[in-house]
């Protein structure tokens, strides 16, 4: 019985600094690894604000484009447009002016 108190009172001198330098050592390195947690949590944070900035200047440019287009687009349906009517009216003139002409000569 007494070796069984000796080895314990070595285990305890012994076990006791080796168990609180283990579990000092543990607590250290879940605190780092909490550490880099938040710094990539904080990183990542950071590149998806910045990921939705340039969504949204994307997606400013992209409408700016659009109405750009739209307007060229009118611009160029009145261009048709009055350069159909110039038509019309040529075609109408000519008509007119063959129509005289073939009376002149004595066409019916």
Do not use: N, W
């Amino acid at each position: 019985m007494p070796d069984i108190v000796g080895l314990a009172a070595v285990l305890c001198v012994f076990g006791i600094p080796i168990i609180a330098i283990v579990t000092s050592h543990q607590r250290r390195m879940i605190e780092l690894k909490l550490r880099l947690r938040e710094a990539a949590g904080k990183s990542s944070a950071e590149d998806l604000a910045a990921l939705r900035e340039e969504v949204r200047q994307l997606r400013e440019t992209a409408t700016q484009y659009d109405l750009s287009f739209d307007a060229m687009l009118q611009r160029l349906e009145q261009r048709v447009e009055r350069l159909e009517g110039q038509v019309r009216t040529i075609q109408g003139t000519t008509t007119g002016i063959s129509a005289v002409l073939g009376e002149a000569r004595g066409d019916p």
